[in-house]
């Protein structure tokens, strides 16, 4: 698997994406209508970042390790 030097601010929003994800898909969750707005603005912030632009961004692969990365970790953080 390779290793991706991937910047701390686009593992954080990705990490902040998945805990708005969760938020949301709870039942009957609170401030849906903001909490709609933050992922999608975390989206983009996530899909146009300029490590994306890299040569080791470029791939695929890039945007899969993110994710399996920033969700391995999600237990730990909700318990937390």
Request: aromatic content about 8%; overall charge positive.
């Amino acid at each position: 698997m390779e290793c991706f030097p991937f910047p701390d601010d686009l593992v954080r929003a990705q990490q902040e994406w998945h805990d708005t994800y969760r938020a949301l898909a709870a039942p009957r969750p609170r401030r849906a209508s903001e909490l709609r707005r933050r992922l999608l603005a975390l989206s983009v912030r996530i899909h146009w970042h300029p490590f994306w632009s890299t040569s080791p961004g470029r791939t695929p692969a890039a945007r899969v390790e993110l994710r399996r990365r920033t969700g391995r970790d999600l237990g730990a953080r909700g318990a937390a």
